[in-house]
């Protein structure tokens, strides 16, 4: 069996790279969170660790998206991704493969994070990669030219993401105003057609 990629293998349904559960599967919708390396430091990932053994274990994996978010959406670390020509670069490498590796159905670059929701027609850790790779080779060499911060010249994402698949059309719909509103929710626009790098201003753009 080959997937879109030419790659021999099938999907590989449920596993995990040490940290986050994933679950790969082509023509499921995805929603994926890919963050930079340093958008959380590690004195609150031991503080949201702390937290979470408070939590009853059936809840603990939800919750600890939660206050990821939550925490990535305070703006920590260099923020790379705020400044236009590098979230210029993400949006690009997004839409370069949407059709053939996937289907994009909803995005959204944040400072220091990124939500991308997709009809997969590859192996999703091949779709991520692809993302990765490309970015990080534009963004990395400009490291000082741009004055991004970057502390690692050699890592600009972290190599975890998460991943949910949308299980029917209402939590599709709740998925893609989450992704929408999470520069309104950060405080970085009033309204989510306002954020440039984001399908919300993409629609809004062609609606006109």
């Known amino acids: 069996i080959k997937n879109a990629d030419g790659d021999v293998g099938g999907p590989r349904g449920w596993y995990s790279r040490g940290y986050l559960p994933h679950f790969d599967q082509p023509e ?8 930079l390396a340093d958008s959380l430091p590690q004195k609150i990932l031991a ?45 690009e490498s997004l839409l370069h493969f949407d059709g053939q590796r996937y289907r994009l159905l ?6 220091n994070h990124v939500h991308v929701l997709v009809e997969c027609l590859a192996k999703l850790p091949i779709i991520i990669q692809g993302w990765k790779s490309f ?17 690692d010249p050699n890592q ?8 949910r698949y949308t299980r029917d059309e209402n939590h599709l719909a709740a998925v893609i105003n989450y992704i929408h509103e999470n520069p309104v929710k950060a405080g970085l626009c009033e ?18």
């Open 28 to 35: 499921l919708i995805q929603s994926i969170t890919f963050r």
């Open 47 to 91: 503080r949201i660790r702390a937290e979470l053994r408070e939590i009853p274990a059936v809840r603990r994996k939800q919750e600890q998206r939660k206050k990821m978010e939550y925490w990535l959406d305070q703006g920590l670390g260099c923020c790379a991704l705020g400044h236009p020509e590098v979230a210029e670069k993400v949006q």
């Open 106 to 111: 909803a995005w959204c670059v944040m400072p």
């Open 135 to 151: 970015t990080a080779h534009r963004v990395l060499p400009k490291n000082g030219e741009l004055q991004l911060g970057i502390p």
């Open 156 to 163: 600009f994402w972290m190599r975890e993401y998460w991943d």
């Open 191 to 208: 309204k989510a057609s306002d954020w440039p790098w984001s399908s919300a201003s993409k629609k809004a753009t062609s609606a006109d």
